[in-house]
């Protein structure tokens, strides 16, 4: 299927209210015409991870074929906390591998999810049918990045895909990425950045590949924003 418009959505971070106006306000989102891909890092910071997820869940079921969503690294540790917390034992021990979830908002968002079990209930499936990676003809999305020295997307370590920066990849393909905020929608050498930090700034965007136009849509931010205008770790 030949799409008008593919659009890359950056990270939402538990902001449900804004990736929903977006989507459907904003954007306008046509099943018939368009593609959306999302970057990854759906959960935590802001106030819904929940609705996040099952709205993007609903959406991807509904349009399959319209619907790419990538894993974060957020989504990839969340991942790794659930599957390996106890649920016996002392308290000291199950709190060990939520350390994650727990040092990121993570009280709220397990209280969202109306406890630990139903969190977990959701939240694997939910993670374990998310793409590494989308590629097409001159365009490969991830959430993090790749290496410098790429040739085959496949043989990279997942983990490199999820926290890789670089900025001097020179492959042949563009790279569309979340998981950098910076503070508008822009394209660096062969790299393009959807993440606009919408937890921090109040600030949700999108681009579209095709006819290179940005959509955003703003609101209050749920996190104090850092005076430099970036994050230290994402």
């Known amino acids: 299927m ?4 593919v659009i890359a959505i950056g990270d939402c971070h538990g902001m449900a209210k804004m990736l929903i106006n977006l989507i459907e306000q904003v954007i306008k989102f046509k099943p018939d015409t368009d593609k959306l891909v999302l970057l990854g890092d759906y959960l935590e910071r802001g106030p819904s ?7 993007l869940d609903a959406l991807k079921k509904r349009y399959p074929e319209n ?14 906390s659930l599957k390996s917390t106890r649920t016996t034992g002392a308290i000291e ?4 591998p939520l350390s994650w979830i727990l040092l990121d908002g993570g009280n709220e968002t397990i209280e969202e999810f109306g406890g630990l079990e139903p969190m977990r ?3 694997i499936p939910f993670i374990e ?3 590494v990676y989308h590629e097409d003809r001159n365009h490969i999305f991830v959430h993090g990045g790749v290496p410098k020295d790429m040739t085959d997307i496949r043989n990279v370590p997942i983990e490199d895909l999820l926290w890789n920066r670089s900025m001097d990849y020179e492959g042949d393909k563009t ?12 394209q660096i050498n062969k790299i393009i950045f959807c993440d606009t930090g919408a937890c921090f700034t109040g600030k949700l965007s999108a681009f579209d590949i095709i006819n290179r136009r940005v959509y955003w849509i703003e609101d209050k931010p749920a996190k104090q924003w ?3 205008g970036r994050m230290a770790a994402k």
């Open 2 to 5: 030949e799409f008008e418009r």
């Open 49 to 55: 991870s929940k609705g996040v997820v099952l709205y």
């Open 67 to 80: 619907i790419v969503l990538l894993l974060g690294n957020h989504e990839m540790k969340a991942y790794e």
């Open 93 to 96: 021990d199950m709190r060990e």
């Open 121 to 123: 209930q959701i939240l």
């Open 129 to 131: 049918s998310l793409d």
């Open 175 to 186: 790279i569309v990425v979340g998981h950098s905020v910076v503070r508008e929608v822009q």
């Open 226 to 228: 850092r005076s430099n």
